[in-house]
């Protein structure tokens, strides 16, 4: 599942993974539709835009992490991940990907 807030996002990113061979489950625009659709789809992975407008994704995977959703959560943005590394690291993502480097290899990567 990815959520971002940018729709053009949203869908570049599900043609890409979905052509290496990845199923996109959902998408979400916001963080109240994001953990709605967590709740319901139960993704094997939730892709989380750090910057989601007025909302933050870090405080999006904290509070589902604190509401105990067990999906790993990897968090990516269009900024440099060492512009968030302390964010990063505090957080209960299991990491980054820039946008520029998304990918199944990518999220794989950080999985295992």
Same mark, same amino acid.
């Given at each position: 599942?990815?959520? =971002? =807030?940018?729709?053009?996002?949203?869908?570049?990113?599900?043609? !890409?993974?979905?052509?290496?061979? #990845?199923?996109? #489950?959902?998408? &979400? @625009? @916001? @963080?109240?539709?994001? *953990?709605?659709?967590?709740?319901?789809?139960?993704? =094997?992975?939730?892709?989380? %835009? /750090? %910057?989601?407008?007025?909302? $933050?994704?870090? %405080?999006? /995977?904290?509070? !589902?992490?604190? =509401?105990?959703?067990?999906?790993?959560? /990897?968090?990516?943005?269009?900024? *440099?991940?060492?512009?968030?590394? %302390?964010?990063?690291?505090?957080?209960? &993502?299991?990491?980054?990907? *820039?946008?520029?480097? !998304?990918?199944?290899?990518? /999220?794989?990567?950080?999985? $295992?």
């Amino acid at each position: 599942m990815i959520v =971002d =807030d940018s729709r053009r996002f949203l869908d570049a990113a599900r043609g !890409l993974l979905v052509r290496e061979g #990845v199923t996109v #489950v959902g998408t &979400a @625009t @916001t @963080t109240a539709e994001a *953990a709605n659709l967590i709740g319901r789809l139960r993704p =094997d992975v939730v892709l989380v %835009d /750090i %910057d989601l407008g007025g909302e $933050s994704g870090f %405080d999006l /995977i904290t509070r !589902l992490h604190a =509401d105990g959703e067990s999906s790993p959560m /990897i968090l990516i943005s269009s900024h *440099a991940e060492q512009d968030y590394a %302390d964010l990063i690291a505090a957080s209960p &993502a299991i990491g980054f990907v *820039a946008k520029t480097s !998304l990918s199944a290899g990518a /999220i794989r990567r950080l999985l $295992s």
